[in-house]
Each structure stands twice: as structure tokens, then as C-alpha cells.
Nanobody, 127 residues
Framework: EVKLMESGGGSVQAGGSLRLSCTSS????????MAWYRQGPGNECELVSH??????YYADSVEGRFTISQDHAKNTVYMQMDNRRTEETGGYYC??????????????????????WGEGKRVTVSE
């Protein structure tokens, strides 16, 4: 159910940086697993990063370049994305659940396993 709100995103050149934010007026993130998913051009899903109980996880492809963080006072989760690559172009969605939810094929199939998700932000990485 769409109850999260992402901000940030946009266009960046390869090697550049962007930051995404995710917040909600209906869910408190303190006890949740918060995740960022990427939807590729064919609706494929990639679990880019997630954080639960303060422990971050990163996909191998972004390890060392992306940083997920959480501000409990602002009920906001961030994902700082540095040294971007062109293959990382896509829609980025924030998801909330009580546990880590892996991708289930397509993004549109994955979101049904989440308690809440956002409408997504488009990120374009160009040469």
C-alpha cells in the first residue's frame, strides 16, 4: 500500500552522486526493516539496500558506493548514492516491512509482500 513518500532522485552523470529520502506520516520506522528497491526497464527488481535494527545491508553491486541511514527523530530513511553507474538507471522505491523482503522477480510482484511502499523516484544516470 502506498503510504511512504520518496524525495530526491533526478538525473546525474556517471560518477556523480544523488541522495534519496523516504518518510511517512502514517508509519513509524523504528521497528521496521526499511529497504530501497530498484525497478529496471523490464520491471525487474533489485534489492539495493535495507536497514533493520540499525544494521545495513547492501547489494554487492553498490557496496562501498551507497550508504543507507536512518534518522529516527525525523522518521526518515536516506540512501546516499555515490559514483553512480549508467546501469543503475531506473525507478527507486522505498519499502517498509517487519522483516527483509527480497525481490520476487518483478517489482510489481515484490511490493505486495511489503507493508507499505512509495510511488518511487526516477533516477537517470547518463554517460
Amino acid at each position: 500500500e502506498v503510504k511512504l513518500m520518496e524525495s530526491g532522485g533526478g538525473s546525474v552523470q556517471a560518477g556523480g552522486s544523488l541522495r534519496l529520502s523516504c518518510t511517512s506520516s502514517e508509519f513509524k520506522f523504528d521497528d521496521s526493516d526499511m529497504a530501497w528497491y530498484r525497478q529496471g526497464p523490464g520491471n525487474e527488481c533489485e534489492l539495493v539496500s535495507h536497514i533493520g535494527l540499525g544494521i545495513p545491508y547492501y547489494a554487492d553491486s553498490v557496496e562501498g558506493r551507497f550508504t543507507i541511514s536512518q534518522d529516527h527523530a525525523k522518521n526518515t530513511v536516506y540512501m546516499q548514492m555515490d559514483n553512480r553507474r549508467t546501469e543503475e538507471t531506473g525507478g527507486y522505491y522505498c519499502g517498509e516491512a517487519t522483516y527483509r523482503v527480497p525481490c520476487r522477480g518483478r517489482w510489481t510482484d515484490t511490493r505486495g509482500s511489503l507493508d507499505a511502499w512509495g510511488e518511487g523516484k526516477r533516477v537517470t544516470v547518463s554517460e
